[in-house]
Nanobody
Framework: QVQLVESGGGLVQAGGSLRLSCAASGHTFSNHVMGWFRQAPGKEREIVAAILWSGGRQYYAGSMKGRFTISRDNAKNTVYLQMNSLKPEDTAVYYC????????????????????WGQGTQVTVSS
């Protein structure tokens, strides 16, 4: 059974930093795209960042560029999201996701293109 378990969320002041982790089990995702999405109350789930299976290419949503960094450790089956310069508008539940199609050359950016999801971790940024 595939499980993605996020950790590292919490309450932080604006301008602060958090590092999210997502540990996968039940399947080795070293050949799969993994990503982070977020969903704020009343809003649709949106992509934050995603990383190719090799780690050599990343995608960032516009407002996250320069502030967030996605990385992965395939030996640990884990993906990370380093979030710096956090803003109140970053407040949301953050979800880890994995694509079941191996060795993609293009990073998918829509939630429907991902097959496995974690339960989410709350990130709250106070002003």
């Amino acid at each position: 059974q595939v499980q993605l378990v996020e950790s590292g969320g919490g309450l932080v002041q604006a301008g602060g930093s958090l590092r999210l982790s997502c540990a996968a089990s039940g399947h080795t995702f070293s050949n799969h795209v993994m990503g982070w999405f977020r969903q704020a109350p009343g809003k649709e789930r949106e992509i934050v960042a995603a990383i190719l299976w090799s780690g050599g290419r990343q995608y960032y949503a516009g407002s996250m560029k320069g502030r967030f960094t996605i990385s992965r450790d395939n030996a640990k089956n884990t993906v990370y999201l380093q979030m710096n310069s956090l803003k109140p508008e970053d407040t949301a539940v953050y979800y880890c996701a994995a694509d079941k199609v191996p060795l993609r050359a293009v990073i998918p950016t829509q939630p429907g293109e991902y097959d496995y999801w974690g339960q989410g971790t709350q990130v709250t940024v106070s002003s």
